[in-house]
């Protein structure tokens, strides 16, 4: 059971002033004792129900509701000023129910003030004339209390939707980012693993020694980047990891080679151009059979168009989970991937210049 099936009782004291009708009387008119006695207890059976009420939810409030009009029903012709005690009746009528029950209670409801008017003494003469638009109107409020709750709840679902959605979007996030992280990185442990084993095989100790070295370094970087992903990816700046990435490169065997000049970038999108770059180097070194790679950066009509492109004779490439991820990727930073083979692989990055202001203002 959710706070949204019961009413705010937060003001529930303020809300019985409306009393004034019932409490007016016991001043302006004289009563025998016995009747003061039972005015009183009916006050007090009223306001047992009526906080009895707020206590429970929609399914179980018809009982205070009833013992609430059977206590009115009672004190009437004693007290006709009951009729705001009907009103409260007709508030949580009007909060609880839909709209069909809604009207078949407060027809009878209706009713009841009529036949107790026709078959009782009642000492007020607008006892219908005026207590008929008091209970309507009051209805009418627990109508409206209703459909202020529905609509915090629906809100409140919103949100959560909205939660459980981000939540969505940061696990894949997080998978994108091992896998690119990850994928590079082992790649490049084990191209190191092999390398330093085939030196050792040729009692090459010392270059062995190395790549074991620069292989401890590797692992120890990628544990860092494990790390960081949890919160947000966090690199060395462009310049720094395409050092890097052409560096591993070069340990695999590849002439890499650079040329334009490489750009400076808000932070959202140098991290996405870093995690795709990364992406496709790895793929370079996994897949192409051959010897060289290019990677180049230039910029035609404020695009910036980036270009990695091997000499290799593979395959066509199949579009697996980590191009479709890297494709969402740079989807979110407004840039698009294409894939050439001719002569080998080419991957093209092209990127606004600058950066769509809307989505700057969301990050």
């Not at 949100?159 to 896998?179: C, S, Y």
């Amino acid at each position: 059971m959710t706070s949204f099936d019961k009413l705010e009782s937060k003001l529930s004291w303020v809300y019985l002033i409306n009393l004034i009708f019932y409490i007016i009387p016991l001043f302006t008119v004289s009563f025998a004792p016995w009747q003061y006695l039972s005015m009183v207890m009916a006050l007090l059976l009223f306001l047992g129900c009526y906080f009895w009420a707020y206590r429970c939810n929609r399914h179980t409030i018809h009982w205070p509701i009833a013992g609430i009009v059977l206590v009115a029903a009672l004190i009437t012709p004693v007290n006709p000023g009951s009729i705001a005690m009907f009103a409260y009746a007709g508030f949580f009528i009007g909060f609880a129910y839909s709209l069909r029950r809604y009207l078949l209670l407060m027809s009878l409801l209706i009713t009841l003030l009529i036949l107790l008017k026709v078959f009782l003494t009642i000492h007020w003469n607008l006892f219908l004339v005026m207590g008929i638009p008091i209970v309507l109107a009051v209805s009418f409020l627990g109508r409206a209390e209703q459909a202020k709750l529905r609509h915090r709840l629906a809100e409140q679902q919103s949100e959560d939707e909205v939660k459980q959605l981000a939540t969505m979007v940061e696990r894949e996030r997080i998978g994108r980012d091992l896998h690119d992280i990850l994928g590079h990185t082992l790649s490049s442990i084990i191209l190191k693993a092999d390398l330093a084993e085939k030196l050792l095989a040729r009692q090459q100790t010392e270059a062995a020694q190395q790549q074991l070295t620069e292989l401890s370094e590797i692992a120890r970087d990628a544990l860092s980047q494990v790390r960081q992903s949890v919160s947000g990816y966090k690199h060395q700046g462009l310049t720094a990891e395409v050092a890097k990435l052409l560096s591993r490169l070069r340990d695999a065997g590849f002439a890499a080679e650079l040329s334009g000049e490489i750009p400076e970038l808000d932070n959202r999108r140098e991290t996405a151009v870093v995690l795709a770059l990364t992406e496709l180097v790895t793929n370079v070194m996994r897949h192409s059979q051959g010897d060289h790679c290019q990677l180049r950066f230039t910029e035609q009509a404020d695009t910036l168009h980036i270009y990695l492109s091997d000499n290799g004779q593979q395959a066509d490439v199949k579009e697996g989970n980590g191009i479709r991820g890297l494709r969402e990727r740079l989807a979110a930073i407004n840039a698009t991937l294409t894939l050439q083979h001719q002569q080998g692989l080419t991957a093209t990055i092209k990127l606004p210049r600058q950066p769509i202001m809307l989505q700057e203002a969301t990050e």
